[in-house]
């Protein structure tokens, strides 16, 4: 099952990276929320990408993220990842690897939730970016277009004191 999710995970990357490297119109922050409205996405968080939005969301048994972006005909296109939610699971991530690199997290403990403030995600490169957590979870962008894959290399919740309250090592 971890090698399907991986594999799923791949093909939804590069088609990624080839989907989005176009030059079409740009998506505005009024036409995700409407797309948000229309289908009826549980949005957890929403991040804005160079020409893309990356929409966070959860149900009851599912989370993932859309990948949302224009193309040159400029009609909206949305690549979804999902998997299943488990909720044993402490954390539930996801994210892409390649051109623009972001990492999404969900909260799925609730008590781990309550206490938790910002979300700091450590890339292969030693990059380390952190962001206030909002809700069940958070998007956080590698910040700059990549050439090749850069991944996490571990995911630190922290408290409002700053102490460590979870983390996670990257595979």
């Known amino acids: 099952m971890r090698?399907?999710?991986?594999?799923?995970?791949?093909?939804?990357?590069?088609?990624t990276t080839v989907s989005c490297s176009n030059s079409g119109p740009k998506l505005t922050e009024q036409e995700v929320y409407q797309y948000i409205e229309e289908h009826n996405i549980n949005k957890v968080d929403i991040e804005a990408i160079e020409e893309t939005y990356v929409v966070l969301f959860k149900e009851q048994s599912t989370a993932g993220y859309h990948l949302l972006y224009k193309n040159k005909d400029n009609h909206i296109q949305d690549q979804m990842l999902f998997s299943s939610r488990t909720i044993s699971n402490t954390l539930h991530i996801a994210g892409s690897s390649t051109r623009l690199p972001f990492v999404t997290v969900i909260i799925n403990d609730e008590n781990i939730k309550k206490k938790s403030k910002i979300v700091e995600v450590n890339f292969q490169d030693g990059k380390?970016?952190?962001?206030?957590?909002?809700?069940?979870?958070?998007?956080?962008?590698?910040?700059?277009?990549t050439k090749g894959?850069?991944?996490?290399?571990?995911?630190?919740?922290?408290?409002?004191?700053?102490?460590?309250?979870?983390?996670?090592?990257g595979e």
Do not use: T
């Not at 380390?128 to 277009?145: C, F, N, S, T």
């Open 128 to 145: 380390i970016v952190k962001k206030e957590l909002v809700g069940d979870g958070v998007i956080i962008p590698y910040g700059e277009v």
């Open 3 to 15: 090698n399907f999710i991986l594999v799923a995970f791949l093909f939804v990357l590069i088609f």
């Open 149 to 169: 894959n850069i991944s996490y290399s571990n995911i630190i919740v922290y408290d409002e004191e700053e102490n460590v309250i979870y983390s996670l090592r």
